[in-house]
């Protein structure tokens, strides 16, 4: 995708010093250093979290992956991170009717 990057960057004159992606050796070492310094000052706590699970797909839902009834403006299909009707921040455990959307795809 590189080339595709850089075409947009030239076309808006926006210069970069290094293009770099997730894959890389030193994104790799940045992410460890930063979890690190996080681990190592104690700012990471642990809680239980309510999770919706697909027993079709076998896995636990990502918000993405789930839509349902806004529990605010009955708006359906609300999706599991916002809903675009009324533009409340929802949950996906939140929605009523809450279903998976790669078994129940939207359309």
Same mark, same amino acid.
């Not at 004159?13 to 992606?21: A, E, L, Q, V």
């Not at 999770?51 to 359906?76: I, K, M, N, S, W």
């Given at each position: 995708?590189? !080339?595709?990057? =850089?075409?947009?960057?030239?076309?808006?004159?926006? *210069?970069? $010093?290094?293009?770099? @992606? +997730? *894959? +890389?050796?030193? %994104? +790799?070492?940045?992410? %460890? *250093?930063?979890?690190? =310094?996080?681990? $190592?000052?104690?700012? /990471? *706590?642990?809680?239980?979290? !309510?999770?919706?699970?697909?027993?079709?797909?076998?896995?636990? /839902? !990502?918000?993405? /992956?789930? #839509?349902?009834?806004?529990?605010?403006? #009955?708006? $359906?299909?609300?999706?599991?991170? %916002? &809903?675009?009707? &009324?533009?409340?921040?929802?949950?996906?455990?939140? /929605?009523?009717?809450? @279903?998976? =959307?790669?078994?129940?795809?939207?359309?």
């Amino acid at each position: 995708y590189h !080339a595709i990057h =850089k075409e947009v960057y030239d076309w808006f004159n926006i *210069s970069f $010093d290094k293009f770099g @992606r +997730t *894959s +890389t050796p030193e %994104q +790799t070492e940045v992410c %460890q *250093s930063i979890f690190k =310094k996080i681990f $190592d000052n104690k700012w /990471l *706590s642990e809680r239980t979290e !309510a999770q919706l699970y697909c027993d079709t797909c076998e896995r636990f /839902l !990502a918000d993405r /992956l789930v #839509e349902g009834t806004c529990p605010h403006c #009955e708006y $359906d299909p609300a999706r599991g991170d %916002q &809903c675009d009707n &009324c533009g409340k921040v929802l949950g996906p455990i939140e /929605l009523k009717n809450p @279903r998976c =959307k790669v078994v129940n795809p939207p359309g």
